[in-house]
């Protein structure tokens, strides 16, 4: 069991931005990757990027890319996700998640509990 913990959500004005967190255990192994995701109400968990934690790979969906950006930070086994221009159908929960494989592709084996984004006109 990977234990995952989300921060940094909130309410933002329509064209702002905000920084969310995901915590990593301290004992995390380096062969993983780190996705993000969200959910709005009334529709399917999507995905928004993804990160190797030993790697340079990233991988964005074509509805963030250019908007977002994730990175990581070892020493604070911390995985980021910033995001910029935020819009209205930003709106969600958004989660991270492991995939153990280390691919950055899937399947994930993990989800933590989420944090909500809430964009406002």
């Known amino acids: 069991q990977v234990h995952l913990e989300e921060s940094g959500g909130g309410l933002v004005q329509d064209g702002g931005s905000l920084k969310l967190s995901c915590a990593l255990p301290?004992?995390?192994?380096?062969?993983?990757?780190i996705g993000w995701f969200r959910q709005a109400p009334g529709r399917e968990r999507a995905f928004v990027a993804a990160i190797r934690w030993s790697g340079a790979n990233k991988y964005y969906a074509p509805a963030v890319k250019g908007r977002f950006s994730i990175s990581k930070d070892h020493a604070k086994n911390t995985v980021y996700l910033q995001m910029n221009s935020l819009r209205i159908e930003d709106t969600a929960t958004y989660y991270c998640?492991?995939?153990?494989?280390?691919?950055?592709?899937?399947?994930?084996?993990?989800y933590g509990p989420g944090t909500q984004v809430t964009v406002s006109s």
């Open positions: 301290e004992d995390s192994n380096s062969n993983f990757a």
């Open positions: 998640a492991a995939d153990m494989s280390g691919r950055g592709t899937g399947p994930w084996d993990y």
